[in-house]
């Protein structure tokens, strides 16, 4: 049953007519636990509220389904609106951008030229621009356009996938240009033939390839909210007594606030992934897709 809703809000995930719907009339069907307001003002209340509480941000402007190149300059305007908001309101905050919501589906050169005036702005700011990870079919051309990004800017980093089979080879390959890593789990629906199907090799997989880029003096963002893993890795920072500057927690807003907390008391860094905008509903489908006992929450607040 668990397999057929994942699979289900991964299909929703990626449909249009759905989005437009979920615009139109969603937003009170339990969306804001995950998504911080439909409003760049909305969301900046919710990072003084976490920076207040010891915990910094990285803001993702919401945008799916973007087809033209008008759309994708649009919500790269977006983007650097975001970047002003975050300097004038003078708050702890990194960007999270997607590659095709830049337009990275219609021609790589416009891609890059829209993710260019973001990381350039960015810089001007000293704001850090991570370039979030999408499905198996845009990741080489994602690492492509970061390691191209690379070369003028320190001030981006990108995502990999621990349930990839090829991201070791990824690593290792991004390794020589001192990357600024956020490692994960995987959030998209992949085949056998490029995904590890069990959990627990992507899990092995994840703690494997944090461990080797810490050790390779690199900085790594570890965001994941298993609580197992996250113990694992504790432990070994300390064995192989690793500073705290070298790396920090990252978890997704409204998922294990509890857990989120208690890392800041312990002295971690601790970063939190807050979304907003009105294209929320694809990132809400894969957070219900990723547990779907979530659907409770949907149930309540359609009664509510
Ligand atoms: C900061 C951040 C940025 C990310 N960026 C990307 C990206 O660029 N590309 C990408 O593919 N993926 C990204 N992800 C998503 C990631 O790939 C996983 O899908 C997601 O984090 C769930 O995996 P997990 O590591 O938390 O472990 P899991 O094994 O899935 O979960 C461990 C535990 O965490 C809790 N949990 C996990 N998910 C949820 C949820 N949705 N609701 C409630 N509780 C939950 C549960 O207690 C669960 O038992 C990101 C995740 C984080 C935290």
């Not at 409003?39 to 990072?47: M, Y």
């Not at 621009?129 to 981006?156: A, G, P, W």
């Not at 790396?247 to 509890?258: A, N, S, V």
């Not at 907390?261 to 970063?271: A, I, N, W």
């Amino acid at each position: 049953m668990e397999a057929v809703l994942r699979n289900f809000f991964q299909f929703l995930a990626k449909n249009k007519r759905m989005n437009q719907w979920a615009k139109k009339y969603g937003w009170h069907v339990g969306a804001r636990r995950f998504v911080a307001g439909e409003s760049i003002e909305q969301a900046i209340v919710k990072i003084k509220q976490l920076n207040e509480d010891g915990r910094s941000v990285t803001l993702d402007h919401l945008g799916e389904f973007v087809t033209s190149e008008e759309e994708a300059r649009q919500f790269t305007y977006m983007c650097v609106k975001t970047l002003d908001a975050i300097h004038a309101a003078n708050v702890s905050s990194h960007l999270s951008v997607k590659l095709t919501s830049l337009g990275l589906d219609i021609s790589p050169d416009l891609c890059l030229n829209n993710v260019e005036n973001i990381v350039c702005k960015a810089q001007e700011y000293q704001i850090f621009v991570r370039i979030d990870m999408e499905d198996y079919s845009h990741c080489q051309m994602t690492i492509d356009l970061f390691k191209h990004l690379r070369k003028t800017y320190d001030n981006v980093g990108i995502v990999l996938q621990a349930y990839l089979y090829r991201t070791d080879k990824d690593w290792e390959q991004l390794a020589t240009i001192a990357p600024n890593i956020r490692f994960v789990k995987g959030a998209y629906k992949e085949s056998d033939e490029v995904a590890f199907p069990n959990k627990a090799d992507v899990d092995e997989n994840y703690i494997y390839l944090v461990k080797q880029h810490l050790l390779h003096g690199q900085y790594a963002a570890i965001a994941t909210h298993d609580e197992q893993i996250i113990s694992k890795l504790k432990e070994f920072l300390v064995e192989r007594e690793i500073k705290r500057e070298q790396f920090e927690f990252q978890m997704l807003y409204g998922i294990r606030d509890d857990l989120q907390k208690r890392l800041v008391d312990e002295g971690y860094r601790v970063r939190v992934y807050v979304p907003y905008g009105t294209d929320w509903f694809g990132y809400y489908m894969r957070r219900l897709s990723e547990r779907p006992a979530n659907v409770w929450f949907v149930v309540k607040n359609v009664f509510k």
